[in-house]
């Protein structure tokens, strides 16, 4: 048997085609029918299949306990979900029911993130759900509303084949986005006029393989961006048709970017002025530029300003859609953008509505008949939670497929708030989620195969992901879990569903005359086509059967803005991390590592991963290490204001003077928790989406010594 799916890592969204043997072994291959990656597979993809056959560490049943000195028991899902309802209740009751809170993960299905929040908001009365995609996404959904009027990426993976001039800044699409890069690789070898700058302050195997690496000193991206901008409109590669016509806030930008000289920027960034006359001279006069970014942008206390100020180069140059153009952010998560659809987020709902909107939250209470009013007030966000948590503001969270232990920025006061919480529910698939340990509840979640449901990839793709095994022991559709526990809080006629089609449904109408409208997509359509991308409406009988499906958005410069009018932002360029000092004088950034996904809950079982990159280590520049006696491969000690890591340093004059990087993905090993890179970041967050800042934390680097 074949079946045709989707890989469940990265935002690139692969099609796979996974084969069933007759004795149950699963092959898996890149579907060359798929139009994201042509057949091609990373690593991570190549190798998925595995996470499924080893079964040795999944969660089987569910289990619970009265306390956290009592081991877990294994006990019936009826028990698992009366117990957790009757303690919900009880906290709602007495605190309101801004006491209880859904965190869940990019990781989830679209209908699995409809359920969820709707739940909450519409018929518990709290806006408390956020997913983890606020750790890696919300500023560039912030940046998107405020410039383009709505959380809309406007361009396609075929705008790659387009453009003549990529500008990846703050991604390393080689490692993190692979199949993505292998298309821009293939184009490029392919047609040698197109270029490739890459901004990042270490060399990257996206900066090994770029025309102009721009190493720039870490949140210095706003100082470069606006001096590009200022070069773009003083060698005159603006669009002023575009800008007069469609486009607001161009005075004002003029006169923020032009309060620094191009000399200026250039010694705060610590790049030469030759280098970034370079990247505005090849910018203004490409054809098809092309923006990519992931967290090196957002991931930072002024993520939406860095947005907003890459953004700003397309608006002064018209480059928006045109094949070939446009900002594009490339999402982590393979499914943070169906969250985002489905309103799983504290301060939207369904279909980009806001709660804030009274007209908005009227439109969705009348469609769920929902029993109590929608709060107006945003709920907690991801840190948010975790601080509530902690001063017992927050009484209960329910933690669906994401290991806030490992990934929360200030991980040691995450760890706390999960000790102290009241009552934790943690349902996942396997233990190797270090959250499972401090939970009260653990219901077993069905994994990638055992489950059917949509998810969205980063070109608005929606694909359909077909139920191919059955999961093991006791393990459910987190979409059944969840409708099964809003039946046992007396909800039963708003969440009796037979199967996700019957919620995947219910969530298409109420996308109805949005910008995100999906009502002509159903599973029957996405079983025959596989994927679609939206806006796909429906058709009316008049207009036929024919493709709806949107490759590029405002084709006609009409943007989402109330006037229509896309926004030009003039954008300080102060960064306003935490400050170094004498005690921590270098700055650590956080990221990924090829083989690796998130904190190896999935990656971790697959032996040929682990093998690219067997143990965390610290990257740190030759001449900070030997002012601090370091050898390479020594053990070293990285010290924070938060807390500790011990890892083996990397020489390497890949990352800048005065500049060091860990990988993301370790936490807490033979029961220490001295591998967690987040034990330094900072939980400092940006205002407007509340995004953390992992990019820039002030840390020291000393010769461990056994005590
Ligand atoms: Fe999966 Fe992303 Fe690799 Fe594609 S690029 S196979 S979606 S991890």
Redesign the pocket.
């Known amino acids: 048997m074949t079946h045709q799916t989707t ?1 469940c ?6 099609g ?1 085609v996974v084969k069933q043997e007759p004795n149950g072994r699963l092959t898996v291959e890149g579907d060359k029918q798929h139009p994201s ?1 042509k057949g091609m ?2 690593s ?3 190798n ?1 299949h595995y996470t499924v056959m080893d079964q040795s560490d999944r969660l089987l049943y569910p289990q619970m306990r009265f306390n956290r000195n009592m081991p877990m028991q294994r006990v019936s899902w009826d028990t698992a979900l009366e117990r957790t309802a009757a303690v919900f209740k009880t906290f709602i009751k007495k605190y309101g029911p801004d006491s209880v809170a859904f965190y869940v993960s990019g990781q989830c299905l679209t209908e699995e993130y409809y359920l969820v929040n709707k739940l909450i908001k519409g018929f518990i009365g709290s806006n408390n759900i956020d997913t983890n995609s606020r750790l890696c996404m919300s500023s560039a959904v912030v940046g998107y509303k405020l410039s383009l009027g709505e959380d809309s990426v406007p361009v396609c993976y075929d705008d790659i084949e387009e453009a003549d001039l990529f500008l990846v800044e703050g991604a390393n699409p080689a490692w993190c ?4 890069w292998r298309r821009i690789e293939a184009h490029k070898a392919a047609n040698p006029n197109v270029k490739i700058i890459c901004v990042d302050p270490r060399r990257t195997d996206t900066a090994r393989s770029s025309d102009l690496h721009l190493p720039l000193r870490p949140g210095t991206d706003i100082v470069l961006n606006n001096a590009i901008g200022r070069l773009l409109i003083e060698k005159n590669y603006i669009d002023n048709e575009f800008i007069t016509n469609h486009a607001d806030g161009f005075l004002a930008y003029r006169e923020q970017v032009m309060l620094r000289s191009v000399e200026e920027a250039a010694e705060i960034c610590g790049v030469s002025v030759e280098a970034i006359q370079t990247a505005a001279d090849w910018i203004g006069r490409s054809k098809g530029f092309l923006s990519l970014w992931t967290m090196g942008l957002n991931q930072s206390v002024v993520g939406v300003n860095k947005n907003l100020s890459l953004i700003n180069l397309h608006l002064i140059t018209g480059r928006i859609g045109k094949p070939g153009n446009g900002p594009f952010s490339l999402t982590g998560q ?1 499914n943070a953008m169906g969250g985002r659809e489905t309103g799983g987020l504290a301060n939207i709902l369904p279909a980009h509505r806001e709660v804030t909107n009274a007209v908005h939250r009227a439109e969705v209470e009348a469609f769920w008949n929902s029993p109590v009013k929608i709060a107006a007030k945003p709920g907690l966000t991801a840190t948010e939670m975790f601080d509530a948590l902690a001063n017992d503001q927050l009484k209960a969270i329910w933690i669906i497929n994401t290991n806030p232990l490992v990934s929360m920025p200030d991980a040691n006061a995450a760890e706390k708030a999960l000790k102290n919480a009241r009552f934790v529910v943690v349902q996942d698939v396997s233990n190797r989620a270090d959250t499972v340990q401090f939970a009260d509840v653990v219901l077993p979640a069905a994994a990638w195969l055992e489950k059917e449901g949509t998810m969205t990839n980063a070109e608005r793709r929606i694909a359909y992901l077909p139920k191919v095994l059955d999961a093991p022991g006791e393990a459910l559709p987190d979409a059944e879990i969840i409708w099964r526990f809003a039946q046992k809080m007396g909800f039963e006629a708003s969440f009796s569903y037979a199967n996700s089609s019957d919620i995947y449904d219910e969530y298409v109408q109420l996308t109805a005359g949005t910008n995100v409208d999906v009502t002509g997509v159903s599973y029957d359509l996405l079983k025959e086509k596989q994927t679609v991308q939206w806006p796909y409406p429906a058709r009316s009988k008049e207009q036929g059967t024919g493709e709806t499906d949107t490759k590029r958005l405002f084709t006609d410069n009409q943007f989402y803005t109330p006037n229509g009018r896309a926004q030009i932002h003039a954008v300080p360029d102060e960064n306003t991390s935490e400050p170094t000092d004498s005690d921590f004088p270098l700055v650590l950034t956080t990221g990924r590592i090829r083989d690796q ?1 998130h904190t190896m809950t999935k990656t971790g079982r697959v032996a040929k991963l682990n093998q690219h990159i067997p143990q965390p280590f610290l990257q740190i520049h030759p001449d900070d290490a030997n002012e601090r006696g370091i050898q390479d491969g020594q053990l070293v000690e990285v010290r924070g204001r938060r807390g500790e890591v011990r890892v083996k340093a990397q020489l390497t004059d890949d990352v800048r003077p005065g500049l060091c990087f860990l990988p993301m993905h370790w936490g807490k090993l033979l029961n220490s928790n001295l591998n967690r890179a987040n034990n330094l970041t900072s939980s400092l967050v940006d205002p407007r989406s509340k995004e953390p800042d992992f990019k820039f934390s002030a840390v020291e680097v000393v010769p461990y010594r056994k005590p």
Request: glycine share 14%.
């Open positions: 890989c890592y990265c935002g690139v969204g692969c796979i990656n597979l990373c991570k993809g190549m998925l986005h692979p199949i993505l393979p996904w």
